[in-house]
């Protein structure tokens, strides 16, 4: 089955303060992961792929395949980057699965 | 840019109701997505469509039908609405042939009374 969880809902941080959102799939081959972003009244837009291997806004994500994870990653939080985070898995299909999301929250 | 138009932005429907949410995009891509939001859940794959009248179920599928008659537009009807169907639809598209962005709509918040 293919299967994206993301363990915590809510994640509280302080400004200046390193974050991880954790994101672990299940999938069979060889899967295309995202991450995606929603601000407040906002569009769920793009923020990287792991295909491009860049960071986006001080944001990276390195697939490990070992542990079938595919956590985002920065290491001075910034309260714009408060949001909504979602970790996303594309099958060779084409289907795009979505995880439960986290919420970040950065605090001054 | 990418554009993808949901047809209502919020809607209000009674329980028994055939309800029809819209999807339109100008890119030409191949593939659209209905997804509903709700808190804690996430988003959940309702239907994927990968070409003009071909689709193939999501994760809920129960409830909903889609059609696509044309490559830009993409509905998802609810045949007979009910309460628990209360939500943010969330539709979606993508170039396929790869792993590229997908584009969302702006979302429409159905209520169901």
């Known amino acids: 089955a293919q299967r994206v969880t993301q363990p915590e809902k809510l994640l509280s941080v302080f400004k200046g303060a390193p974050v991880e959102l954790k994101c672990n799939y299940s999938y069979s081959g060889s899967p295309e992961l995202f991450w995606y972003v929603q601000y407040s009244r906002q569009r769920l837009q793009l923020l990287l792929r792991?295909?491009s291997r860049e960071s986006i806004k001080g944001f990276t994500a390195d697939l490990n395949k070992g542990e079938t994870s595919f956590h985002l990653k920065k290491p001075f939080a910034q309260e714009e980057d408060s949001a909504m985070y979602y970790c996303a898995l594309e099958n060779q299909g084409g289907k795009l699965i979505f995880g439960q999301g986290t919420e970040l929250s950065v605090k001054p | 840019d990418v554009k993808v138009t949901q047809s209502s932005r919020y809607l209000v429907k009674r329980t028994g109701e055939k309800v029809f949410l819209e999807c339109v995009q100008d890119?030409?891509?191949?593939?659209m997505f209905w997804y509903r939001q709700d808190p804690g859940l996430g988003l959940r794959l309702i239907y994927f469509s990968y070409d003009v009248k071909m689709k193939e179920k999501g994760d809920i599928p129960e409830g909903y039908s889609v059609s696509r008659e044309k490559k830009e537009r993409f509905s998802l009807i609810l045949e007979s609405a009910s309460t628990n169907q209360t939500s943010m639809y969330l539709c979606?598209?993508?170039?396929?042939?790869?792993?590229?962005?997908?584009?969302f709509g702006q979302g429409t918040r159905l209520t169901v009374v």
């Open positions: 979606a598209s993508s170039l396929g042939g790869g792993p590229t962005e997908a584009f």
């Open positions: 792991h295909i």
């Open positions: 890119m030409d891509h191949e593939n």
